[in-house]
């Protein structure tokens, strides 16, 4: 069961990678604060779910000690790294999040990553990957979870920018008719997050606009997310074409869109 509505080819993993130097730079950590002071010194392990290209664990792998070790997960090897481009405590392997976990992988992690799955995600799914993602933790694991509020987006400036309202909107319309970016699930994420047992929640949200240098880059990763979002769903290829085409003329005049992206934190019990 895949409802992954967005490509896996090159030119996508190169934009995953340009997206996590993004959201690194506006959430300015990797991992939040209260996790990363939690972390045991010993046997500690930590997991990305979702993980794509595997850039933020190999980031943040890049910045721990090296007797921590961190697995990547993921429904699809397409994007993983090739084994020469990653160290021996880094690993890659497939999981589906909306299915029960693995035996050996249970009570397996003291953090665990989620980021960006809203593509795959049906409504109903949230609180099936939340509880899931439980599992995988040790007690007193932490869970993170970002989620860019793409459904709740405004386009700038206010008297311009027609062909971003529209493809944006054509989208949202696409998506929802399979269940899928409805306006609150990523403003319910931290609901989502206690629903499933998580205790000491905490959401911080940044917006795309509180560093003005990033807005162009935080449009390019944005463009090509909706240009392969609506080429995936597209029941009209020309159709769709024409309204990528419109929305790229808005973004060369400098039209962007502006949205939050909420990420929160809950702790398993002991
Ligand atoms: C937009 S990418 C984000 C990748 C990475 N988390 C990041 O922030 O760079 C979404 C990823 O979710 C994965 N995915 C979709 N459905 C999934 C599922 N049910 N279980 C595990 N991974 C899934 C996709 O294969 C894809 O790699």
Redesign the pocket.
Same mark, same amino acid.
């Given at each position: 069961m895949?409802?992954?509505t967005?490509p #896996?080819g090159g030119k996508e993993s190169s934009r995953?990678n340009a /997206?996590?130097n993004l959201y690194k730079d506006l959430q300015g950590y990797l991992l939040h604060p209260t996790i990363a002071a939690s972390l045991p010194s010993k046997n500690c392990r930590i997991a990305?779910?979702?993980? =794509? @290209?595997g @850039?933020?664990l190999l980031d943040l792998a890049s910045s721990l000690p090296s007797h921590t070790s961190f697995t990547g997960?993921?429904?699809?090897s397409a /994007?993983f790294p090739s084994d020469s481009d990653k160290p021996a405590n880094v690993s890659f392997r497939i999981?589906?999040?909306?299915e029960p976990v693995p035996e050996d992988l249970k009570g397996h992690f003291d953090a665990i990553n989620l #980021?960006?799955?809203i593509? =795959?995600l049906k409504a109903k799914d949230w609180s099936t990957a939340a509880s899931n993602a439980k599992d995988l933790l040790k007690p007193n694991g932490w869970i993170q979870w970002c989620e860019g509020d793409f459904a709740n987006q405004d386009v700038c400036p206010p008297n311009d920018g027609q062909g971003l309202r529209d493809l944006l909107q054509y989208n949202i319309e696409i998506s929802q008719k399979n269940g899928k970016m409805l306006y609150d699930s990523v403003r319910n994420l931290r609901t989502t997050i206690e629903g499933a047992g998580l205790k000491r929640c905490e959401e911080v949200v940044v917006s795309t606009q509180s560093q003005a240098e990033l807005t162009e880059s935080c449009t390019w990763v944005e463009a090509h997310a909706m240009y392969g979002l609506a080429r995936s769903l597209s029941d009209d290829l020309k159709a769709t074409e024409a309204l990528i085409a419109q929305c790229e003329e808005g973004v060369q005049r400098g039209c962007f869109w502006s949205w939050n992206i909420h990420l929160v934190i809950g702790q398993k019990s002991s």
């Open positions: 895949d409802h992954y967005l #896996r995953l /997206q996590h990305d779910i979702a993980c =794509g @290209t @850039t933020w997960l993921d429904i699809s /994007q999981l589906n999040i909306l #980021r960006l799955l593509c =795959g």
